[in-house]
């Protein structure tokens, strides 16, 4: 168990690295891979890197460029990695990859945790996904109807949602309107609350509550991700369930969670880094897609909101918080 806050810098930690190969080794020199953008969860990506071989300062070095939430530098800062003559970048949600395939066309990117990399224009496909970018999807508009209907068999008079999304993203975006659309079926009503910068949280929460929901689901949006627990501590202040993407935000307090592992597709995307140091290239390597998605659920948050989550669900949970 973490601490809700300690959960947004807990993965800030050390750095890790590869064998000398491909170009960067017939240089002379060792590869860089630039990472672009905050993230949450760099650690298991250094982790993987490790298990393949790669240590920092030796074999590989890594290069940080972080926005803050400011999507606005986001193609400054990828414009710098591709002046560094970098070897990779790798970039955590739509906004970053978007930046950086708008800054190069040639230098390998691998994104991660895309939530439709096809339907966002970033890829031709996922078998085949052509021009520099490959790596892995979370799936995140498909889920939407699903996580809809969890919450709703968690808390059955659930009639009105709030779904907190970032305009700026284009997977946030198709997550909204497939959320919307399988609403109706579960005849609950989605209300839209937008944020698209740090300090929107505050005024964007408070109006959502006018609305009255009954309870609100949060996207993996790396900037939202960023803050989230800004989102956790308000959702508690004022009783509010919420569903989240990411098992991490449960452990930190949320309520429920249901997709992809995050922190095991950022350390499957060293896998695409070693596999285009060692001469692979980004168009010919499939993105991948995760086989399995977790629900977890925080009994503690639950009794703290008087709820009483159904045996049946409990059940079905991959990690119970007690």
Known sequence: MIDRRAFITIFTGGVVLAPLVGEAQQAGRIPRIGLLDYAPFWEPLRQGLRDLGYVEGQNIELVYRQSE??????PDLAADLVRLKVDVIVSYG??????????????????????DPVRTGLVASLGRPGGNITGNTILGPELGPKRLQLLKEAIPKVSRVAFLWNPANASNAANFQETKSGAQALGV???????????????????????RPHALMVTADPMHQ?????????????????????KENVIAGGLMSYGASLLDLFRRAATYVDRILKGAKPADLPVEQPTTFELAINLKTAKALGLTIPPSLLARADQVIQ
């Open 226 to 246: 960023l803050n989230v627990g800004r989102v956790v501590d308000f959702a508690a202040k004022n009783r509010l369930p919420v569903m989240y993407q990411v």
């Open 69 to 74: 939430g400011r999507s606005e530098r986001l």
């Open 189 to 211: 009503t989605v209300q839209s609350v937008e944020v698209s910068s740090p300090n929107e949280f505050e005024s964007a929460l408070s109006a959502m509550t006018r609305g």
């Open 94 to 115: 739509t906004p970053p990859t978007r930046a950086a395939k708008q800054a190069t066309t040639t230098i390998p990117i691998v994104m991660v945790g895309i939530g």
